[in-house]
């Protein structure tokens, strides 16, 4: 007997832990969410994408026996103990069509990371019900097409950690309220990406308070006035990217300090100098203080004179581009301690003589 009760509790206790081991479905609410969110769309990858490997992410989302537990979807992500919708990665997934506030997308309210990008959303607004999944810390809405004023309730995502709007030709403006409003209120933003945003406006001095600020896209912004001093705050930075605006007066040698950043693009910028030591347009020795550079851009920037001896110490760089800053003399021979690199841009140079050093 006493066998039995034996294999009894063994089996009890097998469904138990079997039981607990598994990963709860999907809530219904949340399903019915992601099906009628995926029916609002058409599906038309050649306009839809720029990315030629890109699929139907929804294709096979549906109701079918095996297939109705959406935590199981392409795409998504559920928390394993709640069961509840936690990540949507729905990036170049060919959804063609608009997106408005009735979308059942904001029903998904335990979002914690969210990626439509690389969609086209036919110039809709960022519609302000975007406020509901406030326990976002990741949203990408680059490359979809969005257009008009980015709403205010973007604001209210204080959890974010990570905003990229990039890449929605200018269609997209951040004015009122503007980027000052938006670095108070996400103070914990450790990615910033607002590439082709229209800002208007000089670069506010609380941007620079983002002390876990490590890559920062503000190109082609209209960006104006000059670049803070405070910006040799940020030493966290490993991607700066200002290309592109009208900025006026110096670049402040505090930059030259940030000794983690990788990737540096001052390209298509109205300096007077990057150097206030310097005679007017002339390059700073001190970008050679910039060891960990692998990307360095300050084509058809608005300097002159021959690079500095100190570029050799850029030991790490694999692309360099100088095309169209008036350099004058010969092609420096300290290129050649470059051994890491393997592009380099310096046409438009008409100045320039002597053999291309390798």
């Known amino acids: 007997m006493s066998f039995f009760i034996f294999l009894y509790f063994s089996f009890m206790l097998f469904l138990f832990h079997y039981a607990s081991s598994r990963q709860p479905l999907c809530h219904d609410g949340e399903r019915s969410a992601l099906l009628r969110f995926k029916e609002s769309f058409s599906i038309d990858c050649k306009s839809a994408s720029f990315d030629p490997s890109t699929y139907s992410k929804t294709e096979h989302w549906n109701l079918e026996e095996d297939m109705s537990d959406c935590c199981s979807w392409d795409g998504v992500e559920c928390n394993e103990g709640t069961g509840y919708v936690i990540k949507?990665?729905?990036?170049?997934?060919?959804?063609?069509?608009?997106?408005?506030?009735?979308?059942?997308?904001?029903?998904?309210?335990?979002?914690?990371?969210?990626?439509?990008?690389?969609?086209y959303f036919n110039q809709s607004k960022i519609p302000c019900e975007m406020k509901n999944l406030s326990k976002l810390s990741h949203l990408n809405l680059s490359n979809s097409?969005?257009?008009?004023?980015?709403?205010?309730?973007?604001?209210?995502?204080?959890?974010?950690?990570?905003?990229?709007?990039s890449g929605n030709l200018n269609w997209l403006e951040l004015q009122q309220p503007g980027l000052e409003s938006l670095v108070q209120k996400l103070t914990n933003l450790r990615v910033l990406n607002l590439h082709k945003v229209n800002i208007s406006s000089s670069l506010p001095y609380v941007l620079t308070d983002?002390?876990?600020?490590?890559?920062?896209?503000?190109?082609?912004?209209?960006?104006?006035?000059?670049?803070?001093?405070?910006?040799?705050n940020l030493n966290n930075l490993t991607h700066l990217d200002l290309s592109g605006n009208n900025f006026q007066g110096t670049i402040p040698s505090s930059l030259y300090n940030l000794a983690n950043l990788a990737y540096l693009d001052l390209s298509y910028c109205n300096f007077s100098s990057l150097d206030p030591d310097s005679s007017l347009g002339k390059l700073p020795a001190s970008?050679?203080?910039?060891?960990?550079?692998?990307?360095?851009?300050?084509?058809?920037?608005?300097?002159?004179?021959?690079?500095?001896?100190?570029?050799?110490?850029?030991?790490k760089v694999k692309y360099l581009d100088l095309s169209g800053i008036h350099l004058v003399g010969d092609i420096p021979s300290c290129l050649m301690n470059l051994s890491q690199l393997s592009e380099l841009?310096?046409?438009?140079?008409?100045?320039?003589?002597?053999p291309i050093p390798y």
Do not use: R
């Open 88 to 119: 949507l990665d729905l990036s170049s997934s060919c959804l063609y069509g608009h997106i408005n506030s009735t979308s059942t997308l904001f029903n998904l309210v335990h979002l914690q990371w969210l990626s439509l990008a690389d969609n």
């Open 145 to 165: 097409y969005f257009s008009g004023q980015i709403p205010s309730e973007i604001l209210e995502l204080s959890k974010l950690e990570s905003l990229d709007l």
């Open 210 to 232: 983002l002390s876990s600020l490590n890559f920062l896209s503000l190109a082609n912004c209209n960006l104006k006035g000059t670049i803070l001093w405070s910006f040799g």
């Open 287 to 315: 970008l050679g203080n910039l060891g960990s550079l692998e990307k360095l851009d300050l084509g058809f920037g608005d300097f002159s004179g021959q690079v500095p001896s100190s570029f050799s110490h850029l030991t």
């Open 345 to 354: 841009y310096m046409c438009c140079n008409d100045q320039l003589t002597g």
